[in-house]
């Protein structure tokens, strides 16, 4: 009985990690949203910065360089931050809900968080693989469509 207490007292039992862990998430939760929500709109400001820039370098060019396809990547770029984020922010949002008061915290905000996260990278990769595919078939005039 006696070691059972000291074990109690120095926190050591499952429940005991348990609560921890929910006390330090609790803590860290409000700060790594303000830093997911402070990065966010820093990259759609450096986004918009680069994209007002090459609009910029285009129209002062002697040469007719055509930069805006490159300008619509770039908001075509951000609006795929912005509808990530609020995705991300969204399940954040359900997982939250969801929490109920129990000991242990919202799979969105632990591993399936990276895990959505490495998909939505994978997913935005591929599409962008098959663009480029496809518009290379454009150019050589051999596109059939899948």
């Excluded at 059972?4 to 998430?25: H, I, T």
């Excluded at 450096?46 to 805006?68: G, W």
Aim: aromatic letters at 4%; proline letters at 4%.
């Amino acid at each position: 009985p006696r070691r059972r207490r000291a074990k109690m007292a120095a926190g050591s039992g499952p429940g005991a990690r348990e609560l921890f862990a929910e006390g330090l998430l609790q803590f860290l939760r409000p700060a790594v949203r303000q830093l997911d929500r402070h990065s966010q709109v820093e990259l759609r400001e450096h986004i918009d910065s680069l994209a007002t820039e090459l609009c910029r370098i285009n129209e002062d060019q002697k040469v007719a360089l055509d930069l805006d396809p490159y300008v619509k990547k770039l908001l075509n770029a951000r609006r795929r931050v912005v509808l990530v984020n609020n995705i991300l922010q969204n399940a954040q949002v359900r997982g939250d809900r969801g929490f109920g008061g129990s000991l242990s915290p919202p799979k969105v905000l632990t591993g399936d968080f990276c895990y959505i996260q490495e998909r939505l990278r994978r997913l935005n990769h591929s599409v962008a693989k098959e663009t480029v595919r496809r518009r290379a078939m454009l150019e050589a005039g051999g596109y059939q469509g899948k």
